[in-house]
């Protein structure tokens, strides 16, 4: 069964860093596109990064490109988000999840199959 976990959330000052981490259990990264989303309360769900499985491709939402970095270990079945020089409105739940491999680097809500339960990032001072 296809299962995605997320960890590294937390409380963090403007100018700080964390590194959120996506366990991937039953299936093979290799075959997947893997994309972190997040959620501002009252605002819809936006994808911030994805990183293709076969090709390490990756992609990034404009306002965190220079900030964020998408990183995965296949062997570890891990993929990471590496965000630096937070900012208060990167606060949200950050989910990552999972679709086939397809031609492109998805970032929409919809074009994602499975998901994570989220774990939550807040930037305040």
């Known amino acids: 069964q296809l299962q995605l976990v997320e960890s590294g959330g937390g409380l963090v000052q403007p100018g700080g860093s964390l590194r959120l981490a996506c366990f991937a259990s039953?299936?093979?990264?290799?075959?997947?596109?893997i994309g972190w989303f997040r959620q501002a309360p009252g605002k819809e769900r936006e994808g911030v990064s994805a990183?293709?499985?076969?090709?390490?491709?990756?992609k990034y939402l404009e306002s965190v490109r220079g900030r964020f970095t998408i990183t995965k270990d296949n062997t570890r079945k891990m993929v990471y988000l590496q965000m630096n020089s937070l900012k208060p409105e990167d606060t949200g739940v950050y989910y990552c999840?999972?679709?086939?491999?397809?031609?492109?680097?998805?970032?929409?809500?919809?074009?994602?199959?499975?998901w994570g339960q989220g774990t939550q990032v807040t930037v305040s001072s």
């Open positions: 990183i293709m499985g076969n090709s390490g491709s990756t």
């Open positions: 039953g299936f093979t990264l290799n075959y997947y596109t």
């Open positions: 999840a999972a679709v086939w491999v397809t031609a492109g680097l998805p970032m929409k809500v919809y074009e994602y199959d499975y």
